[in-house]
């Protein structure tokens, strides 16, 4: 049972324009999102998170949204550049005491092309 | 300052085998996860230490144990292994606080295969 979906496996997307990458959930209990990007033969890197007491959170080109009401939460990158060719995993926690469990996406391979 | 770096970097082992992999955490940090990649998949959470003591565990079997040591770095042992326990495994280090969250910074993986 997949609790945190990313139902698009790639996205391509042109050098200057924006990149939405969209991640759908099902634990209605997770309070705490994250985007991680990962290069190939690298570890993922945290990118930004949100809390569920936020709707937006932004840094530099990085913006997430978060729509409680339909559980799902999307990352903006705009301006995209080449460099943010990698694959982009959605994750989420649920605070159940201290026994606090991150939940990944399958993860969206994103290319931005010259 | 270095990151999360991660030993060996590849491994073959053969079924019924043991194996440690090894990770030495980001400087200033106090905790360690593992998590288990098979490919296509996200990251599967196998356990997180701090302080020397195994604090979180996930879905994997007693086969799968750990340790952290007074320095913070932390070894992942595997035994009696199993042809699906072929999988890149990821060391995360954080700050207690925010590793609850999932704040987390990683390391390069181990690639271990099992044939």
């Known amino acids: 049972d997949q609790q945190v979906k990313q139902n698009s496996p790639s996205l391509s997307v042109q050098e200057g324009r924006i990149s939405i990458l969209n991640c759908d959930y099902t634990?209605?209990?997770?309070?705490?999102f994250l985007w991680y990007k990962k290069y190939p033969a690298e570890g993922p890197t945290f990118l930004i998170s949100?809390?569920?007491i936020k709707d937006k959170n932004e840094d530099g080109r990085f913006t997430v949204f978060l729509n409680k009401s339909a559980k799902h939460l999307s990352l903006h990158i705009v301006p995209s550049q080449p460099g943010d060719s990698a694959v982009y995993f959605c994750a989420a926690s649920a605070d159940a005491g201290n026994n606090r469990k991150l939940i990944w996406g399958l993860g969206t391979s994103l290319a931005v092309n010259p | 300052d270095a990151g999360v770096t991660q030993s060996p970097t590849h491994l073959i082992k053969t079924r019924g085998q043991q194996v440690t992999l090894r990770c030495s955490p980001k400087s200033g940090h106090d905790t360690v996860s593992w998590y288990q990649q098979a490919l296509g998949q996200g990251p599967q959470f196998i356990f997180q230490?701090?302080?020397?003591?195994?604090?979180q565990r996930g879905n994997f079997p007693d086969r799968f144990s750990g340790h952290q040591f007074p320095n913070y770095s932390s070894e992942l042992n595997v035994n009696a292994l199993l042809l699906g326990d072929s999988a890149l495994y990821l060391c995360?280090?954080?700050?207690?606080?925010?590793?609850?969250?999932?704040?987390?910074?990683f390391g390069p993986g181990t690639r271990l295969t099992v044939t």
């Open positions: 995360a280090s954080s700050l207690w606080d925010r590793g609850r969250l999932g704040e987390q910074y």
């Open positions: 634990n209605s209990m997770f309070d705490y």
């Open positions: 230490y701090y302080e020397e003591e195994e604090r």
């Open positions: 949100i809390s569920s």
